[in-house]
Structure formats: structure tokens, C-alpha cells
């Protein structure tokens, strides 16, 4: 990348457009990888705090709710608060969390480090996002936009690995120290963003915490299948929905959930999610429990389909250019089709057909959300793609920790059959997901015939 400086246009500030984008990407790549390091991480804890399945999900679900929200919320805040302020924030509670995490001995410890953790991370993603558009020029923006998803992609990669590795010869508590290292981002940060003034505005608070409430009562139920909780959730689900129909700015936007297309690629989107983060979950348990590996081996076998996906999401973005989004979201469907039923019937034989299959299952996911993800913007009015990419990044993120806690929660309620057949009917079950999600995209196809 050339020597540029990036420009906003409504000032005469300029910061450096290298050193920002690059810090930038370093820093997401530490907070994704912060999310895989746990993953290969959780059978240790497990062991070491004596949990169910079931419990310890919630160490990766709610760390995905909580980061989804959170990813939201300062995108939204970005339009009246400074950038570099928000970021500051967001890294300064993602540093704390990680020395309390560093220092945990109980799972309720354990999970509030990890809650606040993603609260902090959210800034990452979402300010990112603001960042490209408010000072990176349409022409280089593409680029950019491909380095930080390059790093998010290799964050996958080196997660398990790095992770696997800590937890073996260290401990999983210095998977905390990791990412601690964030702090030492915040004054070169300080340097190089602009300063910005803050403006007035709006934030709908009570939206946001009724969308939080709503979708961890939603996947407490999922864990506990307590009426209680049920009761509580749609309480909440219904409170929310007179909500939005007040406010004139509300956290969710009931005029998005209107658009037939744009909920059909929503749940495309939220189904490959689902599928991706359940596969994640079940691989280090299998890997574990049937094979006796350790963290390290969990990491390295899960890695070479983690890197294949960065190499992939290069030469996937020039595809999209050339060829369009649709048949890419096919491409990616048709993948995440065919790794699924491999890891139905061959997971429990041998570690290789994991790292084999996974090559698959990650190439097609990467194929699948950055081809829908530009099929949103591409639908969408342009006063509408900020709100409609935030909301897409919302459910996507739900989608995973949903995917987390069923999951769990279908390990606990087959307890007592074969393990074999366990894993199996949870891939069958991800399996009947990807056929609807694959009818829903013909079903897409079909309006936009018809329309276009």
C-alpha cells in the first residue's frame, strides 16, 4: 500500500491511512482470535470447573450476544460521539475484563470477564465499518475493507492454535492475557485517529437493553427450558415491539423487517452462522473426548481450514466482482451442504476427516457471508445499508450463539445413547437448517426474477 493519508471531507483532517488500517486490522484480528481461543479452550475448562456442556456454551454464547449487541450500539453511538473516543472505551473495558478473566477462579467470574470482553470488542467491527466510510475514499476503500477481513479471517485461523497451545503448557486463564495486549493499542491509537467534534443526538437505550433481554432470555430457555424464562422472554419480545413503534429512531428497525429480501438473506445469513459456530463448539469436544487430544492438537487440526478461509476471502472478493453475489451464495451453500454430511457420518472415525472437512465447512462460510453481506447493500436504499449491514451483523452474531446453545443443549438431552449417534443427529439437524436456507435463496431468486 502507498504512502495516502486519509481525508475527511467535511474537514481539513488527515491521519495516516497505512498505519491506521494496519493497526486496525491487528487489533481485530486479537479480538476475533480472542473469541476461537476459547473454543479449543472449553474441554479444559469444563474439566477444571466441573460444568455441563450445556453451562459452559454460555461462555461462547453469551460472549456472541453481548458482541453483537455491543457491535450495534457503537456503530449507532458513532454518528454523535468521536470515533477515537468510543474506541477508547471499548478497548480500555476489553482490558480490564481481560486482567479480571486473567485472575478468575469460577465460572461466574469466568463468564462476567468474558461478557464485558465482548462489550469492549464490539467497538472493533463496528467502528471499522464507520471508519472506511467516513474518511476512506470509495476508490481504496475495497482494499481496505479486504485487509480487515483479511486479519478477521486469519484471527480464525491462529485462534486454536495460539489457544491450544496457552492452554496446554500455561493455563486457560492466560488466554486472557492475550488479548489483554490491547491496551498497549489505545495511545498509538490516540496519535493517529482524528479528532472529531461531538454532536448531538439520540440513542435508543431502551431498545437496546430490551433486544439484550429478549435474546439471552431467548437462549436461556434454549438451556434451561424453564416456562419462567419463556414467560419473561416474550414479556420482553413484546415490550420491545410496542417500543419500536414509538420511537422515531428505534434500535431496531421495524420499516427493515418489511423487506421480504432483505429477511430472506437474513436467515441465509443466520443459518451458515448457526452452522459455522455449532461445528466450532463440537469439533475441540469430539476431538477431545473421542480422539484424547489435547488443546495444542485440537488447535492444529482445526487450523489448516481456518487459513484456507483467509487465503479464500481474497480471491472470493474478486469473484464476487467479476461474477456477482448470487452464484458465490450458492457456491457457499453447496459447501456448507456437503461438510455437514461429512461431519455426520465420518467425524467420530478419524481426526483427518475433520481437518479435511472443515477445510470445506470454512471455505464455503467465508463464500457464504461476505456474498450475502454484499447482496444486502446492494438491496438495500442507500439511507438504509448503515442500519441494515448493523442489523445483518446483529442477527449474524445471534445466529452463532444460538447455534452454541443448541448445541449444548442438544448434547444434555441425548445423554445416554451413543456418542456417535449424539454428534450425529446434531449435524443431521444442521443439515435440515441448510436445506431450508438453500429453498429460501431459491425462493429469493425467484422475487428477483420476477421484479427484475
Known amino acids: 500500500m502507498s504512502s495516502q493519508t486519509l481525508e475527511k471531507t467535511t474537514s481539513n483532517e488527515t491521519i495516516d491511512e497505512n498505519k491506521v488500517i494496519l493497526l486496525w486490522s491487528f487489533t481485530v484480528w486479537l479480538v476475533v482470535m480472542n473469541t476461537t481461543m476459547f473454543n479449543v479452550a472449553l474441554p479444559s475448562v469444563l474439566s477444571d470447573l466441573s460444568l455441563k456442556t450445556a453451562t459452559a456454551?454460555?461462555?461462547?454464547?453469551?460472549?456472541?450476544?453481548?458482541?453483537?449487541?455491543?457491535?450495534?450500539?457503537?456503530?449507532?453511538?458513532?454518528?454523535?460521539i468521536p470515533i477515537s473516543r468510543l474506541l477508547f472505551i471499548g478497548l480500555g473495558l476489553l482490558s480490564i475484563a481481560s486482567i479480571v478473566g486473567f485472575l478468575s477462579n469460577s465460572f461466574s467470574i469466568l463468564l462476567l470477564a468474558r461478557l464485558f470482553q465482548a462489550a469492549g470488542?464490539?467497538?472493533?467491527?463496528?467502528?471499522?465499518?464507520?471508519?472506511?466510510?467516513?474518511?476512506?475514499?470509495?476508490?481504496?476503500?475495497?482494499k481496505a475493507m479486504a485487509l480487515i477481513a483479511s486479519a478477521s479471517s486469519l484471527g480464525f485461523g491462529l485462534g486454536p492454535v495460539l489457544g491450544g497451545a496457552i492452554t496446554k503448557y500455561l493455563?486457560?486463564?492466560?488466554?486472557?492475557?492475550?488479548?489483554?495486549?490491547?491496551?498497549?493499542?489505545?495511545?498509538i491509537f490516540k496519535k493517529l485517529l482524528p479528532l472529531e467534534e461531538v454532536k448531538k443526538g439520540k440513542f435508543d437505550t431502551v431498545g437496546g437493553v430490551l433486544t439484550a433481554v429478549a435474546v439471552t432470555g431467548s437462549l436461556l430457555f434454549l438451556s434451561t427450558f424453564s416456562y419462567l424464562t419463556l414467560f419473561i422472554t416474550l414479556f420482553f419480545l413484546v415490550l420491545l415491539w410496542k417500543h419500536v413503534k414509538k420511537v422515531d429512531l428505534p434500535f431496531i428497525q421495524p420499516r427493515l423487517l418489511k423487506n421480504k429480501q432483505y429477511l430472506k438473506l437474513l436467515f441465509i445469513g443466520f443459518t451458515a452462522f448457526i452452522t459455522h459456530f455449532s461445528a466450532l463448539f463440537l469439533m475441540p469436544i469430539i476431538l477431545t473426548n473421542e480422539f484424547n487430544k489435547d488443546a495444542a492438537e485440537v488447535g492444529l487440526i482445526i487450523?489448516?481450514?481456518?487459513?484456507?478461509?483467509?487465503?479464500a476471502a481474497q480471491f472470493i472478493g474478486r469473484v464476487i466482482d467479476q461474477f456477482g453475489n448470487k452464484p458465490i451464495i450458492l457456491f457457499g451453500q453447496f459447501f456448507l451442504l456437503l461438510s455437514t454430511i461429512l461431519f455426520a457420518f465420518l467425524s467420530t472415525i478419524t481426526p483427518y476427516f475433520i481437518l479435511f472437512t472443515y477445510m470445506f465447512m470454512s471455505t464455503g462460510f467465508s463464500a457464504l457471508t461476505s456474498s450475502v453481506s454484499n447482496e444486502v447493500s446492494r438491496i438495500l436504499p442507500k439511507d438504509e445499508i448503515g442500519t441494515g449491514m448493523g442489523m445483518a451483523q446483529?442477527?449474524?452474531?445471534?445466529?452463532?450463539?444460538?447455534?452454541?446453545?443448541?448445541?449444548?443443549?442438544?448434547?444434555?438431552?441425548?445423554?445416554?445413547i451413543e456418542v456417535h449417534l449424539i454428534y450425529r443427529n446434531i449435524f443431521l439437524f444442521l443439515l435440515l437448517l441448510i436445506i431450508l436456507a438453500v429453498v429460501m435463496f431459491s425462493l429469493y431468486m425467484k422475487t428477483e426474477k420476477k421484479t427484475g
Not at 57 to 80: E, H, K, N, Q
Not at 303 to 311: K, Q
Request: without cysteine; glycine residues 12%; aromatic residues 14%.
Open 57 to 80: 456454551s454460555w461462555i461462547v454464547s453469551g460472549y456472541s450476544i453481548v458482541f453483537a449487541i455491543a457491535t450495534l450500539t457503537f456503530s449507532r453511538l458513532s454518528d454523535f
Open 121 to 142: 470488542a464490539g467497538a472493533v467491527p463496528g467502528l471499522a465499518m464507520v471508519l472506511a466510510s467516513r474518511y476512506i475514499p470509495v476508490s481504496r476503500r475495497g
Open 171 to 187: 493455563g486457560w486463564n492466560y488466554l486472557f492475557a492475550v488479548t489483554g495486549l490491547v491496551v498497549l493499542m489505545i495511545p
Open 303 to 311: 487450523f489448516p481450514g481456518a487459513i484456507l478461509s483467509a487465503v
Open 394 to 416: 446483529l442477527i449474524q452474531f445471534f445466529g452463532g450463539a444460538f447455534g452454541v446453545t443448541l448445541t449444548g443443549m442438544l448434547m444434555t438431552i441425548q445423554k445416554g
